[in-house]
C-alpha cells in the first residue's frame, strides 16, 4: 500500500516569507508526526497529532511555527517569518495509534535563503 | 545534555567484520527503545525493536541495560548495503510517543 507522502519534496524560501508543508499520511493512521532533522543530526519532535488535535506540541520551537489536521488525514504544517536557521528537512510520520510502529515519509528538504 | 548520545562515527569496517554501536538514554522513565536505519538524504526506517531480554534479528541483535540506560546493536557479517547512519531511539519523555532520537551512527561497509 501506499506509504507516508510528503509535498513538495523540495522547498526554497526567501528570509521572512511564510511556507507551508504537507503530510499525507497511511490511510487509517490516527497518530501523525512532525520532526525535523537539521544536518548532521537526528530528527527532533516537533509536534503530535492524535486524530484531529494536537497531544502535543511540545516540540514546536516557537510561534512562528503551526500545524494543523482538520479532518484527521492530511496534516499542514506553517512556518510564518521564515528564518535561515529553519532550513533543514521536514519529516511527517504516521503510525495506526499512538504506540505502533511510526512510518516516515521522505521529508521536505527546506532551504531558507 | 542531549536525552539519547551516540557516537557519530564514522565506523569504517571491510566486509564480513562484526561491528558493534552503543546508545546511552537520560530519561530513565523511558519505556520503548529502537534502532533505526538512514540511508544518505533517505527518511528513517525501523530496523527492529529493542527489549529488555535482548533481540535477535538475522545478523542483527540488540540489547537493552535499563539499569546502565544502555543500548546496543550488534551486525554480524556486514555487507556492504549495511552501509548507512543508525540511530538509537527512546520514546519521548512527555507523551510516551514522540520519538527521541540520538545524533546517529555513521557505518562504512568496504569491500
Same mark, same amino acid.
Given at each position: 500500500g501506499a506509504g507516508v507522502s510528503q509535498t513538495p519534496s523540495n522547498k @526554497?524560501? %526567501?528570509k521572512g516569507?511564510? @511556507?507551508e508543508l504537507r503530510c499525507d499520511p497511511i490511510s487509517g493512521h490516527t497518530a501523525l508526526y512532525w520532526y525535523r532533522q537539521s544536518l548532521g543530526q537526528g530528527? %527532533?519532535?516537533?509536534?503530535y497529532f492524535q486524530g484531529t488535535g494536537a497531544a502535543d506540541d511540545s516540540g514546536l520551537p516557537n510561534d512562528r511555527f503551526f500545524a494543523v489536521r482538520p479532518e484527521g488525514s492530511v496534516s499542514t504544517l506553517k512556518i510564518q517569518r521564515t528564518e535561515r536557521g529553519d532550513s533543514a528537512v521536514y519529516l511527517c510520520a504516521s503510525s495506526t495509534t499512538g504506540l505502533e510502529t511510526q512510518y516516515f515519509g521522505p521529508g521536505t528538504r527546506l532551504? @531558507?535563503? | 545534555r542531549k536525552e539519547v548520545e551516540q557516537d557519530p562515527g564514522p565506523f569504517n569496517v571491510p566486509e564480513g567484520a &562484526? @561491528? *558493534?554501536f552503543n546508545c546511552t538514554y537520560s530519561n530513565s522513565a523511558s519505556q520503548s527503545f529502537f534502532w533505526y536505519r538512514q540511508d544518505c538524504r533517505k527518511e528513517p526506517k525501523l530496523l527492529m525493536s529493542v527489549y529488555s531480554s535482548g533481540n535477535e534479528d538475522g545478523r542483527f541483535t540488540a540489547q537493552l541495560n535499563r539499569a546502565s540506560q544502555y543500548i546496543s546493536l550488534l551486525i554480524r557479517d556486514s555487507k556492504l548495503s549495511d552501509s *548507512? &547512519?543508525?540511530l538509537c531511539v527512546v520514546n519521548g519523555k512527555n507523551s510516551g510517543y514522540a520519538l527521541n532520537f540520538g545524533k546517529g551512527t555513521s557505518l562504512l561497509v568496504t569491500p
Open positions: @526554497v524560501t %526567501e516569507k511564510y @511556507v530528527p %527532533e519532535f516537533l509536534i532551504l @531558507v535563503l | &562484526t @561491528v *558493534a *548507512a &547512519t543508525y
